[in-house]
């Protein structure tokens, strides 16, 4: 079986060919466009089925360079983290509240199922969490994230089962969850108020400049740096964390910190780069993917 190894920057190029081969067929076929699903999703997938038969008729094997994966997931994150700002949840009120009361039900509910089952086949627990609370309430981005730290901790095939649930949850949401909204969109006529269209064009006031851009990067740039000093450390006194958690909590800090001073977060700028970090990691992520991995855990 020949064996086909893809350094840093081939892995990168065929993570963007794939990408926009993701995009291109999303816009010739409507139930994707329908349901909402993301690109990188489409062009991924299709190259992990491609390596699929390539493996199981034994032809050819590939290899990537993890590197740029892991970068993008932690600017990810880290872009997420600057949008945990403390005013703006006060605002939301009782609402806020009963959503995450809602939400960290459901979370204990996913993952107790998810565990249970996976006793049931006699499996590791571990791949309860990965096709539990991960995936489903996570998404693709903590299913990358954390499927290799379980996989450190001997869950076997933990991350191609977090990425595969973190991918059927996603269409079974897009499914399930656009038709009810519009549903109800139409029963309830809801329409944009004044205030959100104000905003909305007080945001597009706001130009990207290469300044703004410039900012955001720096932004992130020292949330990661701090957030990667942190880590060992953190480690050494024998608490493991995923290499994205404590750039992002720093983000958050520096959020509610720049919040609490006359300027302002160039919060569109880091959500765009946020935004092209997780297209690029979510290529990376699905083309890796060894599907008979999870053929034999089946």
């Known amino acids: 079986m020949a064996a086909i190894t893809l350094d840093m920057y081939q892995t990168l190029g065929l993570a963007i060919i794939l990408l926009l081969l993701g995009t291109w067929i999303k816009s010739k076929v409507n139930v994707l466009q329908k349901y909402f699903i993301p690109a990188p999703v489409v062009g991924g997938l299709l190259f992990s089925l491609l390596m699929l038969v390539t493996h199981s008729m034994e032809l050819v094997t590939f290899s990537f360079d993890s590197n740029l994966k892991n970068f993008f997931m932690v600017v990810f994150f880290t872009s997420v983290g600057f949008l945990a700002s403390f005013s703006l949840l006060k605002k939301g009120g009782l609402a806020v509240a009963i959503f995450l009361f809602a939400a960290v ?54 991350t191609v089962v977090a990425v595969a649930s973190a991918t059927y949850g996603l269409v079974a949401g897009c ?52 957030g ?7 480690k050494q006194a024998g608490l493991s964390l995923p290499a994205y958690l404590i750039p992002m909590l720093i983000a958050a800090i520096m959020r509610n910190i720049i919040d609490g001073t006359s300027k302002k977060t160039p919060i569109n700028e880091i959500s765009i780069i946020g935004n092209v970090c997780l297209s690029l990691f979510l290529s990376m992520a699905l083309m890796t993917m060894k599907l008979w991995e999870l053929a034999d855990l089946a």
């Open 105 to 158: 039900v459901l979370v204990i509910i996913q993952n107790g199922v998810g565990v249970a089952l996976a006793k049931a086949f006699g499996l590791n627990p571990g791949i309860g969490l990965a096709a539990g609370s991960i995936p489903l309430t996570g998404g693709h981005g903590t299913s990358g994230a954390f499927g290799p730290y379980l996989e450190e901790r001997g869950v076997t095939g933990a």
């Open 175 to 226: 499914m399930i969850g656009g038709p009810i909204a519009k549903r109800l969109m139409e029963k309830f006529n809801l329409k944009c108020t004044d205030d959100s269209k104000k905003q909305t064009a007080d945001s597009e006031e706001e130009k990207v400049t290469e300044s703004s851009i410039f900012r955001a990067t720096c932004l992130i740039g020292i949330a990661m740096g701090l």
């Open 228 to 234: 990667a000093t942190i880590t060992p450390i953190v």
